[in-house]
C-alpha cells in the first residue's frame, strides 16, 4: 500500500441515520451500512466516512458527544461496529470516522463536572468567563444556530462558551490536560484499526484569548464567532502535537473541515513538512450563492466565480492536497444547486461528477449523489428537522420575509435536502426501513431510486462507476499538473491535467442550450475517455457542438 494511499482515494460519505435500517425502528444503523457493503464495493470506492455515530443527545445529529468511546445505541454496539470495519477491510474499503473536538456534549462526563465549581479537576475543561463589568456577556459572539455563543451557569457564575448549540459546549484547548484527553479519545479508535480521521470545525480549537468583539457587519449574525476562533494563533501548535502524539503513529488520512480559511491558511494545514492535516475541506465554493441569510438563499452562482474559486485551490495548494466535493451533509443537493434538477437532472449530474472526478484531489461522494438525487420538494416547512434550517426560517420570519419565499429558501438550502432515507428501490419505504423513518422520505424516489439505475446502462450510478475507474487506471488524474482553459466563457468549464507524455482534457458545458466549443490546438490526436452523452456533434475539425450539459474527456498523447 502506497504511503499517501489517500491520494488516489475515493471517499463515500455515509450519513448512518438516513443509510439502511436494519431492524425497522426507522433510523438507519450500523448493520444497514453492512448490508449495503457490496453495494458500495460494486461502485468501487476506498473509504468510507461515517458521520457520528458515538453516544449522543441528538441535538445537533450527532456532533454534540456525550461519549466517545462509546456507540450511540440507536446505531447498534461495539460489536456491530468492529464487525463493520472487518467486513469493510475485508473488501478493501477503509473506514475513517467523524472527530468531533472542538466541542462536546453539555451531557458530557467533562462538562458535567466542570459546571459544578471552578476549583475541580475538570473546572478547565471547558471557555469559562465572567460578565462584564456592567454585568453584560463576556462579548458580542453569536452562535451558528442562533442567539449568543455564551451561556451562563449559576453554579459557577460564569458564562461558558459555544460557538454552537447551547448544548455544545467549546472545549478549551489551551489546557494541556484537555488536549491529552482528546488524544487518547483518539488512539481508543486508532487501536481498534479505523483508517483516520475526518475532522469537524477543527480551525476553530484555538481562540484569541482576548476574545475580541466583532466589529458590526463583520460577519452575519450568527457566525460572529469566526473572528476570534477561525484559525486561531496556536491552531497549528495544536495539530503539530496531534500528529506528533497520535497520527504520526498510524498509518491514517486525516481531512479538517476548515470553514472561513483561506488558500494561504490551508496551505499550512496541508503542507506535509508541516505535519498537521493531509487535506482540508474548504468552502470558497460553496458561498459562492449567499445572501442576507447565509446559504438560505435563492441567488443563482455565477460560472466565472466557480471557475476562479476552483481553479485558486487546484493551482495553489501545490505542496498540500486538495478534498473535492460538490455536497455532503451541511449541503444542499448539488444537481439542483449547480445544474439542472428538472429536464436535464441526469445529464447535469453527470457533468458533475465528470468535472469534480477529473481534478486534482481527492473526490468525496455523499450518497445518494451517485443516483443524481435532488432536493426535497417537502409540502410543509414542518416537515424540516434540521436545527439550523428551523432557526433560519424563524429569523426570517421575524424579519417579515414572504412565507412562500422562506419556504423556497429552506428548498433550495436546507441540510435536510441531504438526509432523508437512501432510496433502495421506489416502494412507499424505498427499502430504507418497514417502520416511520426519523425524517420523511422524498417524493421523488418513486423515479430515482437505486433499483432503477443498476437496471439502466446509462444511469448516473454507473457513469459514476466509471469516472472511479478511470481515476484508479490513469495516474494523470491523481499527479497531473492544473491548467484552466477559456477563463472567460460564460457557458463552459473546461481545463487540462498534464502528466509525462499525456494531457487530459476535461470539457463541461452548463448551458441548458446547444453552444460551440473551439477545442484547443494540439487536440487532433485525441481519444475519448468518457462523455455523458452517446454522439459528439463536430461542427468541423477544430469545433464541437456540445449538447445541453454535457460533458467530454478526452487523452491526448504528446
Not at 457566525?223 to 501548535?237: D, L, Q
Not at 503513529?249 to 503542507?271: I, W
Request: negative net charge; hydrophobic residues 30%; charged residues 30%.
Amino acid at each position: 500500500m502506497s504511503k499517501d494511499w489517500w491520494k488516489s482515494s475515493v471517499v463515500y460519505q455515509i450519513y448512518p441515520q438516513s443509510f439502511k435500517d436494519s431492524n425497522d425502528d426507522g433510523i438507519g444503523d450500523l448493520r444497514g451500512i453492512i448490508e449495503k457493503l457490496p453495494y458500495l464495493s460494486k461502485l468501487g470506492i476506498d473509504v468510507v466516512w461515517l458521520n457520528p455515530i458515538y453516544k449522543s443527545p441528538l441535538v445537533d445529529n450527532g456532533y454534540d458527544i456525550e461519549n466517545y468511546r462509546e456507540i450511540n445505541p440507536i446505531y447498534g454496539t461495539m460489536a456491530d461496529f468492529e464487525e463493520l470495519l472487518e467486513k469493510a477491510h475485508q473488501m478493501n474499503i477503509k473506514i475513517i470516522m467523524d472527530l468531533v473536538v472542538n466541542h462536546t456534549s453539555d451531557q458530557h462526563q467533562w462538562f458535567k463536572e466542570s459546571k459544578l465549581s471552578k476549583d475541580n479537576k475538570y473546572a478547565d475543561f471547558y471557555i469559562w468567563k465572567d460578565a462584564k463589568e456592567d454585568g453584560s456577556l463576556p462579548n458580542n459572539w453569536g452562535a451558528t444556530f442562533g442567539g449568543s455563543a455564551w451561556s451562563y451557569v449559576p453554579e459557577r457564575n460564569q458564562y461558558y462558551l459555544h460557538c454552537f448549540a447551547p448544548e455544545q459546549p467549546d472545549l478549551n484547548w489551551e489546557n494541556p490536560e484537555v488536549r491529552k484527553a482528546v488524544y487518547n479519545e483518539m488512539r481508543f479508535w486508532l487501536d481498534k484499526g479505523i483508517d483516520g480521521f475526518r475532522m469537524d470545525v477543527i480551525s476553530l480549537i484555538s481562540k484569541k484569548q482576548d476574545f475580541p468583539d466583532a466589529a458590526d457587519g463583520e460577519y452575519d449574525y450568527s457566525k460572529s464567532y469566526y473572528k476570534g476562533a477561525s484559525n486561531g494563533p496556536r491552531v497549528h501548535e495544536f495539530l503539530q502535537e496531534m500528529n506528533r502524539e497520535v497520527l504520526s503513529h498510524y498509518d491514517v488520512m486525516t481531512v479538517g473541515e476548515t470553514a472561513n480559511t483561506t488558500v494561504e491558511q490551508a496551505k499550512l494545514y496541508t503542507d506535509p513538512n508541516n505535519k498537521e492535516l493531509n487535506m482540508v475541506f474548504q468552502f470558497d465554493h460553496m458561498h459562492l450563492d449567499y445572501g442576507k441569510y447565509g446559504k438560505f438563499s435563492d441567488i443563482k452562482f455565477k460560472l466565472s466565480d466557480l471557475k476562479k474559486s476552483l481553479t485558486l485551490w487546484a493551482k495553489e495548494l501545490d505542496e498540500g492536497w486538495n478534498s473535492l466535493y460538490w455536497n455532503n451533509h451541511d449541503q444542499p443537493r448539488a444537481v439542483s444547486r449547480f445544474g439542472d434538477d428538472e429536464k436535464y437532472r441526469v445529464e447535469s449530474a453527470k457533468m458533475l461528477g465528470t468535472l469534480l472526478h477529473m481534478m486534482k484531489g481527492t473526490p468525496y461522494i455523499f450518497q445518494g449523489e451517485e443516483l443524481g438525487m435532488k432536493n426535497v420538494p417537502f409540502k410543509s416547512l414542518k416537515q424540516y428537522k434540521d436545527i439550523e434550517t428551523i432557526f433560519v426560517c424563524e429569523k426570517m420570519r421575524e424579519n417579515g420575509e414572504d412565507e412562500e419565499y422562506i419556504k423556497k429558501c429552506a428548498y433550495l438550502r436546507s441540510r435536510d435536502n441531504a438526509r432523508t432515507p437512501f432510496p433502495w428501490n421506489g416502494q412507499d419505504d424505498a427499502g430504507f426501513s418497514k417502520g416511520k423513518p426519523w425524517i420523511d422520505h422524498s417524493p421523488d424516489n418513486k423515479e430515482i431510486n437505486l433499483e432503477n439505475e443498476l437496471k439502466d446502462k446509462n444511469s448516473v450510478f454507473y457513469y459514476y462507476q466509471k469516472l472511479i475507474q478511470i481515476r484508479k487506471e490513469n495516474p494523470i488524474v491523481v499527479e497531473g499538473t492544473f491548467e484552466l482553459i477559456d477563463e472567460n466563457d460564460s457557458d463552459i468549464f473546461a481545463y487540462q491535467r498534464k502528466y509525462k507524455d499525456q494531457i487530459l482534457l476535461c470539457i463541461c458545458s452548463f448551458s441548458s442550450q446547444r453552444v460551440n466549443y473551439t477545442l484547443p490546438k494540439n487536440c487532433q490526436n485525441r481519444k475519448l475517455i468518457i462523455s455523458n452523452y452517446d454522439n459528439i456533434l463536430t461542427k468541423d475539425d477544430k469545433t464541437i457542438m456540445l449538447e445541453p450539459y454535457q460533458a467530454i474527456v478526452y487523452m491526448i498523447e504528446r
